[in-house]
């Protein structure tokens, strides 16, 4: 075996995250976005609570805020009122 040549190992780049999701049917989701992301993140930590603190409040899984400050979760109306409410925050002016 000749050991002298290099081996050239390569990493796939993942692709960019977007904030829109395209389903085979045309159906178009909506991540949560960056700035209410760190909204709900920043007001979480102004309380100190912790995620699991913040979902017991919200009669949430733990989950479900995990999902909404990392930003893989799909956008939802009630949900982001029901943030508001239990961090008395405004995500979205009126």
């Not at 977007?18 to 909506?30: A, I, Q």
């Amino acid at each position: 075996m000749n050991y002298d040549k290099p081996i050239i190992i390569r990493k796939n780049k993942p692709a960019p995250k977007s904030s829109l999701v395209t389903l085979d049917d045309d159906v178009t989701l909506k991540l949560v976005p960056k700035d209410i992301q760190d909204k709900i993140k920043e007001a979480r930590v102004r309380l100190e609570m912790d995620q699991k603190d913040l979902a017991k409040k919200m009669d949430k899984k733990v989950s479900v805020v995990k999902e909404w400050e990392k930003g893989t979760a799909n956008y939802d109306k009630n949900l982001a009122k029901a943030f508001e409410k239990a961090l008395n925050i405004k995500l979205h002016p009126k």
